[in-house]
């Protein structure tokens, strides 16, 4: 009789060929609560379309490439001329261009357009991070420019194209644009007014040109076809709108020193520059570079919300799909109880996540006095809170997968060097923390919205009644706030996904979410929840495929 060897058996099958979007029902729920119901049916009918791309093989492919293939930099050509160029895999551009016409850079002029967005943020993320890098920046980019109301008529246009135009050549020639941003400095950091780059003004070259002449030590996307810059003019820091390529057709004093080695997102290029003697167009007035660019930066925190929670959803429906298929001792994965703990821990989290991110994109869509302020106080609390949990998330997800989930075959290491990073994009922790309470001091009605907002569920749950009390009470105390931040910061973010599960979601998430997150009913890992809850519905709800 003949013996096989090597029979591969009790292995779970490549999650794909799936809808990521029908998949997800926290995401749906969340298009359906925050759209008027035609501008829902379109929303989904796009989205549809995006979802089953994203969990094709064929684009799943293309991710994995993208990541292994990353970009390489050309700082000359053969025959010694400058050029400042970056080569990308082809299958990035492609990525870029499902992203672009998906609509990933255009949601400021359309009914719903920020929760559409959101939700195709979130499906689309999970395919491949890197590339989403330039696809925020793009559309952070808009209201920045509507500073200068003639920029703005220029660029818009182009940025919130549907179309993607690779390649160096005048953006008056293309059919759409990209943008990047360049802010950090290695002597700032976070601390952008210690930025040493100077601007120049040159009187005959138009309204509002100037020379550049500096360093930026982290510029992200350096093959856009714009960026927005911070430099120092004679008035102060202040915000630049720099041309890759100039309208005659020549590049743009852009040196290209070095690509970042970085840990995690590897598809996309981040470099270091040099202007020297850089044409670049203000935006805003002379000394409000922070202000003119800070509603960018709150939109790219928003990113990075909801980038977090799509690499927390895809790393759980991994987890969920290979307990679902793999067995051991004498069962299903999915079916042995401490298992499912695990699972439905994550799944709570995961859940919390996405629902909060598409909150605050309805929030964006409103764009009342109030919801305003809503947004000052909560985006920084959940850019702070739900970045810094989407790495002990996916962490734990590889465990689920045992062996197979630190082999680099099976996609979750990728996710694991992606997690930590939205966590120090767009401000790290202690940024988002201190611009909490600076809300808190300086903006009178972020209170206010947020009690308003929590208000709502008053009385619906007793272990979410005690958080509010206990937010309250901290917030009363003013003594050493400062190096309390990043508590307050937390339980204002936790407080707030609590109220929109208890709000929204079935009953077992929301029981599970308070007693764990609120009602301190768990221990510090993740598959400590009380055995009494239901486990086995959440995880159900979780499932990739039914």
């Known amino acids: 009789m003949a013996v096989t060897t090597h029979a591969v058996t009790n292995q ?3 999650l794909v060929g799936y809808d990521v979007l029908a998949a997800d029902r926290a995401l749906c729920e969340a298009l359906e609560r925050h759209l008027d119901p035609d501008t829902a049916d379109a929303a989904r009918e796009e989205l549809t ?3 089953r791309a994203a969990g094709s093989a064929q684009v799943q492919e293309w991710g994995r490439l993208a990541n292994e293939n990353p970009p390489v930099l050309r700082t000359h050509d053969r025959y010694g001329h400058r050029v400042d160029e970056v080569e990308f895999h082809p299958s990035w551009h492609r990525l870029m261009g499902k992203g672009v016409g998906a609509g990933l850079t255009s949601a400021w002029s359309r009914p719903g357009g920020h929760v559409r967005r959101a939700a195709a943020f979130v499906v689309w993320s999970q395919v491949e991070a890197g590339h989403l890098c330039p696809l925020s920046m793009t559309h952070a980019a808009v209201p920045a420019l509507r500073a200068e109301p003639d920029l703005a008529a220029e660029w818009e246009p182009r940025l919130t194209s549907t179309v993607y135009d690779a390649g160096l050549r005048p953006a008056a020639s293309k059919a ?3 943008f990047g941003m360049g802010m950090t400095e290695k002597q700032g950091g976070s601390d952008v007014r210690a930025n040493t780059t100077r601007a120049v003004p040159l009187p005959g070259d138009g309204a ?41 057709g020549t590049r743009n004093v852009f040196l290209l020193q070095r690509l970042k080695d970085k840990l995690g997102n590897r598809s996309n290029a981040s470099a270091e520059v040099e202007f020297d003697g850089t044409w670049a167009r203000r935006v805003g007035e002379e000394g ?15 990113d990075c919300v909801l980038g977090s929670a799509a690499l927390m959803r895809q790393a759980v429906a991994q987890a969920v799909h290979h307990c679902t298929y793999r067995e051991a001792f004498g069962g ?52 702070y809170w739900v970045t810094k949990q989407c790495t002990p998330v996916v962490a734990e997800t590889l465990e689920c997968l045992g062996g197979n989930g630190y ?64 937010l309250l009470t901290e917030l009363g105390d003013l003594h050493g706030i400062e190096a309390r931040a ?26 599970a979410f308070c007693a764990a997150r609120l009602g301190g009913d768990r221990g510090a890992a993740f598959g400590t929840l009380p055995h009494t809850l239901g486990l086995e519905e959440i995880v159900e709800r979780a499932a990739p495929v039914a």
């Open 12 to 14: 779970a099958p490549p």
């Open 49 to 51: 379309v995006l979802g």
């Open 176 to 178: 759409g644009a990209v």
């Open 208 to 248: 509002g040109a100037y020379a550049l002449t500096g360093h930026k030590w982290f510029c992200s996307a350096p093959m856009s076809d714009g960026f927005l810059v911070l430099a120092q003019a004679d008035a102060g820091l202040t915000c630049f709108l720099v041309p890759r390529v100039l309208e005659d």
């Open 288 to 302: 409000r570079g922070v202000a003119t660019i800070i509603e960018m930066v709150a939109a790219t925190r928003l």
């Open 332 to 383: 299903r994965l999915v079916d042995k109880p401490l298992m499912r703990n695990v699972l439905a821990d994550l799944a709570v989290e995961s859940e919390a996540a996405t629902t909060l991110g598409l909150r605050l994109a309805a929030a964006y869509d409103d764009g009342g006095e109030r919801e305003r302020a809503f947004l000052r106080i909560a985006v920084p609390a959940a850019k």
């Open 407 to 470: 082999v680099e075959e099976s996609g979750m290491p990728r996710l694991l060097r992606e997690a930590p990073l939205n966590s120090i994009w767009e401000g790290s922790g202690n940024v988002q923390a201190l611009d909490v309470l600076r809300a808190l001091r300086r903006e009178p009605g972020a209170l206010d919205a947020l009690l308003l907002e929590l208000g709502v569920t008053r009385g619906a749950d007793h272990r979410l009644d005690a958080a509010v009390k206990d």
């Open 486 to 511: 990043r508590r307050v910061a937390e339980r204002i973010a936790v407080v707030l996904q609590g109220s929109l599960l208890v709000r929204f979601a079935p009953e077992e998430v929301a029981d």
